[in-house]
């Protein structure tokens, strides 16, 4: 067994730079006393440190290393050591150009920043695979190596010609012929039939941008080719230290707090042994409530869990403010251990941060950091993260544990390319992951645990699955959903799903037959108003507003629940349900606010009993998970608002953090936080 799985201890701690501070040894020797007193136990290193592990080609310096991990390992911590290639030394870009990126115009880049560089260059794999051997050599048996962190936030794409090559040997390897390529890109449109590999080049404002199969492609490209690169980096690291586990650290959009864009982590999180991500929530803005921010952080957070169907890490966050919002806001006191306790909640088993101590210089010298630049355990930051690693250690016996759900949302990378990509509709509101965390926040409302999954998932582990705005859906996604429901799943499906396949060509014949059948239904069209126009739909004598995208439907075997009460469709059926087998397909055809989604999944949730039993009267502003196992379960009680919450759970439980025991009937001052058990 690893080390990994024999640490008891949540993971507290962070991203540690020695390598920015071997001229100050005061300072690193006061790290460890300060580490110690701000009880973190784990630290990530060397993620930007390949100019000081190779100051010259060929020179290696790792005396460094040795010492900080020695001296963490006997403090009692532990390392996430890391690969450096997220940042390359100036040495390698000055004498292997080809190292460097080459944008969509055909500009190579020069040496700065960080990920500016290309995953296809030889060299570049060349120079990566010997310095990640010799520090998978030289650690592997270390003791107070934990875990590997290879690379750092893979983003972006390079348009070199070895990633053209390596783009067109992709391809082949797909469709094998010009014929099979050309019809899934439907080369007769303006003439853009290929004739030969070689005419093949990625998008680019310089050529062409609007073939959407080769968009699509590209873009699977990308994320295959970055997920080759990190193959390629853990070859060594796999051969020096097999039972060490691999992470990578994955993102999320900041304003919106939506799934990463520009890489499928379905896809790549078959390749990682944990998945983690960096979590930078903008708590205090000025455009949402506390609330609506924090589930949208738990919408995130259950979409990693999902993706590997065990818990997940926090790999970086901060215990105070960033650098990089347009507003970099301080967490108000009580939100450290509020926003900490909802990552533990969601599935993570640590919360580690960006960054342990400030940066003297450049970008990050002001990002939050557990040690700020006056070197003081006394200020409110310090203070706030050793009380979450007090925390932390109180309810360690919560790690490791998993959460139950019973419903699903899905979500699907490559049908937001291709729905962000269709030239048609409205620009400005497809705005399909927003939609998604929309029907998430009915359930996190009502306590009830959520799996953000993929399409590759198996449906029959959930008796509810909500499958919004699939506008890319193969036919074998189509055949999973009426197996799904036949067997007794209740599936919930929206407007703009169903138009295309998974070559983004449109379905010919209108719908697909197979989801007529299931739906019961024939969709005729689809009516897209302006953002201010609005209609509406009355179900059950109680009238909605409707907006964006209105789907006009013909039941066949449904039956309709909600009608339209205006425009020229106005009495037909907006929402129906068709029941299909031993299930439920429901279609909602128009977009709807909050308010009808929750009345809508009232009666879902009231059929199949989904609604959590130890709540007798919850609270939208207090969230309540569940993490536990057959033998005890841990419920997190946490009051995102900035007034006293109130609710009623069945009996008295008890309070890890003061084991006391608490409720019926529990308060909750604000930023609130209660871990109670069984």
């Known amino acids: 067994m690893n080390r990994y799985n024999l640490e008891k201890r949540f993971l507290h701690g962070g991203d540690y730079n020695p390598d920015q501070w071997l001229q100050y040894p005061d300072i690193l020797k006061e790290d460890i006393e300060l580490m110690k007193l701000a009880n973190t136990n784990t630290f990530s290193l060397g993620i930007f440190a390949w100019s000081t592990l190779e100051p ?99 983003s972006g794409e390079c348009h070199c010609d070895y990633c053209k090559n390596a783009f067109r040997e992709w391809l082949i390897n797909k469709y094998q012929s010009l014929e099979k390529l050309n019809h899934a890109w439907w080369g007769p449109f303006w003439s ?19 073939v959407h199969g080769l968009n699509l492609d590209w873009r699977r490209f990308v994320t295959d080719q970055t997920i080759d690169f990190y193959k390629h980096e853990i070859k060594a690291i796999r051969k020096y230290s ?198 998430y926040r009915v359930f996190w409302d009502l306590d009830i645990s959520v799996d953000v999954i993929t399409i590759d998932e198996k449906l029959d582990n959930y008796d509810l699955v909500i499958a919004p705005m699939l506008y890319l859906i193969s036919e074998t996604t189509i055949n999973k959903f009426v197996k799904y429901v036949k067997r007794g799943g209740y599936l919930v499906s929206t407007y703009l799903t169903g138009l295309v396949d998974e070559t983004d060509l449109a379905y010919l014949g209108g719908w697909p037959s197979q989801l007529v059948e299931l739906f019961g239904i024939e969709l005729q069209e689809t009516d897209i108003y302006y953002p201010k126009q609005i209609n509406g739909i009355e179900e059950n004598n109680r009238s909605y507003q409707t907006k964006d995208y209105l789907s006009i439907v013909n039941p066949l075997n449904a039956k309709t629940l909600a009608k339209y009460t205006d425009d020229f469709y106005r009495g037909k059926s907006a929402v129906t349900v068709n029941n299909f087998g031993k299930g439920k397909a429901y279609f909602v055809g128009a977009r709807t606010n909050y308010d009808y989604l929750f009345d809508f999944y009232q009666s879902i949730i009231g059929e199949l009993d989904l609604a959590p039993k130890f709540i007798k009267v919850g609270n939208k502003n207090v969230s309540i998970q569940t993490r536990g196992d057959s033998k005890q379960r841990h419920y997190f009680i946490l009051n995102f608002s900035e007034q006293k919450q109130a609710i009623k759970i069945d009996e008295k439980k008890k309070n890890l953090l003061t084991d006391k025991f608490v409720g019926p009937e529990i308060d909750l001052p604000p930023y609130g936080v209660m871990i109670l058990s069984d």
């Open 56 to 154: 010259e080609e060929g020179i290696f310096n790792f005396q460094w290393l040795d010492n900080i991990m020695d001296s963490i390992y006997q403090m009692g911590g532990n390392v996430i050591l890391a690969t450096p290639s997220g940042a390359r030394p100036s040495w390698m870009a000055e004498k292997y150009e080809e190292v460097l990126r080459t944008n969509e115009k055909n500009e190579k880049s020069i040496f700065g920043g960080r990920h500016n560089h290309c995953f296809t260059s030889p060299k570049y794999r060349e120079k990566v695979a010997i310095i990640n051997e010799k520090l998978a050599e030289r650690y592997a048996n270390h003791p107070a190596l934990l875990m590997w962190h290879v690379s750092n936030e893979y």
């Open 242 to 439: 097999p039972n060490v586990p691999i992470t990578t650290n994955f993102m999320s959009d900041t304003y919106d707090l939506i799934p990463f864009q520009s890489l499928n982590y379905a896809e790549f999180s078959k390749h990682v042994d944990i998945v983690s991500w960096d979590c930078y929530p903008a708590w205090h803005n000025d455009w949402e409530s506390t609330a609506d921010l924090a589930s949208k952080v738990g919408f995130i957070n259950d979409q990693f869990r999902s993706l590997k169907q065990q818990p997940f890490l926090i790999m970086e966050s901060t215990p105070s403010a960033v650098n990089w919002h347009d507003v970099n806001k301080s967490k108000r006191p009580g939100m450290h251990l509020l926003s900490s306790m909802q990552l533990i909640a969601h599935g993570s088993d640590s919360n580690l941060y960006f960054q342990w101590r400030k940066s003297r210089g450049s970008s990050e010298k002001f990002h939050g950091a557990v040690v700020d630049h006056d070197r003081s355990s006394e200020n409110r930051v310090f203070k706030d993260v050793q009380l979450v690693g007090a925390v932390l250690e109180k309810i360690k016996a919560v790690k490791g544990t998993d959460k139950k759900s019973r419903v699903a949302i899905l979500y699907d990378w490559e049908n937001n390319w291709a729905l962000n990509d269709a030239q048609g509709f409205s620009q400005k509101t497809k705005r399909y992951p927003q939609t998604l965390q929309e029907h």
């Open 192 to 210: 853009h039939s290929i004739t030969s590999w070689k005419q093949i080049n990625p998008p680019s404002p310089l050529g062409e941008t609007a």
